[in-house]
């Protein structure tokens, strides 16, 4: 148990819960995954996304995170909602966001952190789903299929 004001041994940061946000990227039914080229989780599919920079609303994160890693232009949608349990990576809180597309998909992937894309267009995620992503895929999913 790190202790409050010490730093963690392993990511060097002080014992408090980190924000990050990730964004369902839709264009035409189908939903971006991208793989993961750095720690934690490389080589794994993720959902872009990354940490709320100081000054910076979580919609505005959403949509820079999402424009530094695939290059996009996307408009926020709406908030789906928070994963927050302590199991996550560096029990860090995640605010999930469904984004669409501006234009065209023209995919411009950041060298040093993304290795790959793919456009799921349906419910088969590929096996090796980085963190608790498949469970934000899988709310999403459920509230498409309720008509949300």
């Known amino acids: 148990m790190i202790k409050k004001g010490e730093l963690c041994p392993t990511c060097k940061r002080y014992n408090s819960r980190h924000i990050v946000v990730n964004s369902i990227v839709e264009y035409d039914g189908?939903?971006?995954?991208?793989?993961?080229?750095?720690?934690?989780?490389?080589?794994?599919?993720?959902?872009?996304?990354?940490?709320?920079?100081?000054?910076?609303?979580?919609?505005?994160?959403?949509?820079?995170?999402?424009?530094?890693?695939?290059?996009?232009?996307?408009?926020?949608?709406?908030?789906?909602?928070?994963?927050?349990?302590?199991?996550?990576n560096y029990q860090n809180i995640a605010f999930l966001f469904k984004t669409k597309v501006i234009g065209e998909p023209e995919l411009v992937l950041q060298k040093d952190e993304i290795l790959d894309s793919i456009w799921v267009e349906d419910k088969n995620l590929p096996e090796n789903v980085a963190f608790d992503h498949n469970l934000m895929i899988e709310s999403y999913w459920n509230l498409i299929d309720k008509g949300n």
């Open 30 to 88: 189908a939903i971006l995954l991208i793989k993961r080229g750095v720690e934690p989780g490389y080589g794994k599919w993720a959902l872009p996304g990354g940490y709320v920079d100081w000054d910076e609303s979580l919609e505005d994160s959403a949509i820079r995170e999402v424009k530094e890693e695939t290059g996009l232009d996307v408009v926020v949608e709406n908030r789906l909602g928070y994963f927050d349990s302590t199991l996550r």
